[in-house]
């Protein structure tokens, strides 16, 4: 195995990692963003209504997007794991 190889491994995880993780993050900044607008507006800054949003924004998005994760995911191993024979060589 050489340089190449891990880094490109490494990339390629990198990215998987941005793909999954984007949904997630993008729902709860705008949830955040507008509960943080609305928060200004009527100058009520109670803690529970900043993060229970965020919370069910990214409850609702897992729901969602959960299988398209979990499935990218799972062939992003299944190709890891099957090019280890390649990379023993």
């Known amino acids: 195995m050489n340089s190449q190889t891990v880094l490109t491994t490494a990339r390629e995880a990198l990215e998987l990692l941005l793909m999954v993780s984007l949904p ?3 729902a709860v900044m705008a949830v955040g963003l507008l509960v943080s607008i609305f928060q200004a507006i009527t ?3 109670e803690q529970t209504l900043a993060f229970v ?3 069910l924004a990214a409850i609702a998005v897992l729901m ?3 299988p398209w994760m979990i499935s990218s995911l799972v062939d992003y191993i299944r190709r890891t794991l099957e090019s280890i ?3 023993v060589t």
Request: hydrophobic share 55%; net charge positive.
């Open 64 to 66: 969602i997007a959960g």
């Open 53 to 55: 949003p965020k919370l």
């Open 24 to 26: 997630v993050v993008l």
């Open 43 to 45: 100058q009520i800054h």
């Open 85 to 87: 024979p390649s990379l």
